[in-house]
């Protein structure tokens, strides 16, 4: 595989792999895709930032296997697999190599799958849940407050509306006017982005907004949550240049000087499963593909604007 379009995707045959002591191995059934996946091949992260590449263990040169979460069924176990059997169906977060027939996962990143769950909606639950579960814990956003979500239909965006309303905020989004309905019918007040937007979002939440996610990266997502909400304390953003920072945003995620949120997202993981099982939270699926298809996946995501999570069947 090379740098570029979705195209220099490799499926590549190798062997099943054996755990080492303090691992498993699980048959992969469903494996989340995610806008970091061809980030990571598409050389843009050259564009951000170069520090970014080798904090993500990226080099120049060294090629990742792709995917970070799924969900499958556990086939060998390492001596110290703790708790973990063979048989076991697990959702495996945070993982790499995630799009294979076959991943190796240390145990501590195993979460079991409920029967309820199905796979699709397990193995594209955790990247943008525990994402959207830091985002508002970083914007502090509380019971009652108002919260502007930009980017309201993406795969972050709509597990952010789920839970900011299932706490009792007043959810206003960000979506393409196609994807209104969807918002509406999680409980959110939608609102089209583009020239204007500060205004279409007074006239949505006349009340005033305490506190915004930007998870898109835009100048204007920045400048209408700061002008809105009016501290930058209670901005949170995951996407996005410099600007956030110079601007006191919180900045979250894996970027240079951002807060990893490491025990947040942990926290968060049974927490999400937990809202699934009772119905308080779904997986919005925009379409799956089989393996060999995950560039057709990756096309798909780049050109954007159908909601929610594109997963892979191997
Ligand atoms: N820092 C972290 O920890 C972290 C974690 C996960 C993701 N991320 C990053 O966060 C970003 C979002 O991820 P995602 O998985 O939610 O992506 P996604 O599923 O592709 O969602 C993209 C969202 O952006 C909206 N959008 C598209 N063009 C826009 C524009 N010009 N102005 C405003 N909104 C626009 C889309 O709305 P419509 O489809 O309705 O047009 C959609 O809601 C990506 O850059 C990703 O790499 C960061």
Request: charged share 20%.
């Amino acid at each position: 595989m090379s740098h570029g379009v979705p195209e220099v995707l490799d499926l590549v045959e190798v062997p099943i792999p054996v755990p080492a002591a303090d691992q498993v191995v699980v048959r992969v059934k469903a494996a989340g895709v995610n806008p970091i996946d061809w980030k990571l091949y598409s050389g843009s992260f050259h564009a951000i930032d170069d520090k970014y590449r080798d904090e993500a263990g990226v080099g120049a040169d060294a090629l990742p296997r792709i995917g970070l979460e799924c969900a499958g069924v556990v086939t060998a176990v390492g001596e110290e697999r703790g708790e973990v059997s063979i048989g076991d169906e697990v959702i495996v977060y945070p993982v790499t190599g995630a799009y294979a027939d076959y991943v190796v996962a240390n145990p501590g990143s195993l979460i079991s799958k409920p029967k309820l769950v199905d796979w699709p909606a397990a193995g594209a639950l955790m990247l943008t849940g525990t994402t959207a579960a830091h985002t508002l814990h970083a914007a502090g956003v509380r019971p009652a407050d108002r919260v502007l979500i930009h980017g309201g239909s993406g795969g972050v965006g709509l597990m952010a509306v789920q839970l900011a309303a299932d706490l009792g905020a007043t959810v206003i989004a960000t979506a393409s006017e196609a994807n209104h309905e969807l918002l509406r019918g999680l409980g959110a007040r939608p609102v089209t982005y583009g020239p204007g937007l500060i205004d279409r979002v007074r006239a949505a939440a006349p009340e005033g907004i305490d506190a915004a996610l930007d998870l898109i990266g835009t100048d204007e997502a920045l400048d209408t949550s700061l002008e809105l909400v009016g501290n930058p304390d209670r901005v949170a953003s995951i996407a996005g240049g410099p600007r956030r920072a110079e601007q006191g945003l919180k900045v979250i995620g894996n970027q240079p000087g951002a807060d990893l949120g490491t025990e947040i997202r942990a926290a968060a993981r049974p927490q999400l499963v937990e809202k699934l099982v009772q119905g308080r939270l779904r997986v919005v699926i925009a379409g799956t593909y089989p393996l060999e298809k995950a560039a057709e996946a990756h096309r798909a995501g780049i050109v954007g604007h159908a909601p929610g999570k594109l997963v892979l069947l191997p």
